[in-house]
């Protein structure tokens, strides 16, 4: 991976713990909003990424291309496999039980991508220091040991749950998070 050093964690970095209270090793991730571009049910032509967390500390996902997601024709557009990289980096944050934003997205693509490919993503965190978590992904076109054809490495920021609240839809999260209150 071609990763710059906003996204390479700094000597002395944690390591990252699973969360007490966490999902546990084996269950899905659900999605956190209905109407997400990448996870989310309700999104007509959204990645529909569906993820489980095999470890507690990683996450895997699948997402199929469609034709809504093609840049030339018949493959995907990188900024869509971005997206996907991101949502599933995104989902593994989730994992730690505090809200985090991309701060970096950087991304190799290694491959094209054709529509109706079943890409086998897995995200990781590789240091956390500070509000910056490190985290990396990649994207295996057909099966979870086929090419990788798109890798990715990131810098998230932890904020509180009022980043949300303060920039987006307060009420259609409070409608989704029951568990958070967004307006401590
Ligand atoms: C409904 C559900 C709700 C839950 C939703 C779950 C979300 C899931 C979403 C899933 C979808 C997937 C996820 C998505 O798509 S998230 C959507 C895309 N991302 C965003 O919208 C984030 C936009 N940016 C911001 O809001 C602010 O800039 C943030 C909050 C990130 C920082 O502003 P803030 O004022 O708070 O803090 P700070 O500026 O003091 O920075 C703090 C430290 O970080 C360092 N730094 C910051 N940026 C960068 C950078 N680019 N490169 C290098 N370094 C950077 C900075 O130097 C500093 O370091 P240091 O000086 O301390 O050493």
């Not at 390479?8 to 990252?16: D, F, H, I, M, N």
């Not at 490919?117 to 985290?135: E, F, I, N, Q």
Request: glycine share 14%; hydrophobic share 35%; net charge negative.
């Amino acid at each position: 991976m071609t990763r710059s050093s906003v996204t390479t964690p700094p000597p002395g970095a944690g390591r990252l713990q699973a969360a007490p209270g966490g999902p546990a090793p084996g269950s899905p991730l659900g999605s956190h909003y209905g109407d997400c571009f990448g996870c989310g049910e309700r999104h007509p032509t959204g990645l529909h990424l569906r993820a489980t967390t095999p470890d507690g500390l990683t996450v895997v996902a699948e997402f199929t291309v469609g034709e809504a997601h093609q840049g030339a024709p018949g493959l995907a557009h990188g900024g869509v496999l971005a997206a996907a990289m991101d949502e599933v980096i995104g989902m593994s944050v989730w994992l730690f039980q505090r809200p985090y934003v991309t701060g970096r997205l950087e991304t190799d693509y290694l491959a094209p991508v054709p529509v109706g490919t079943t890409l086998h993503l897995r995200a990781w965190c590789t240091g956390v220091s500070g509000r910056k978590a490190y985290l990396e992904a990649e994207g295996r076109a057909g099966s979870p040991d086929g090419p990788v054809a798109v890798r990715a490495a990131a810098l998230f920021i932890e904020v509180g749950m009022e980043h949300f609240a303060r920039h987006g839809d307060a009420k259609a999260i409070a409608d989704e998070h029951h568990e958070y209150e967004v307006n401590p």
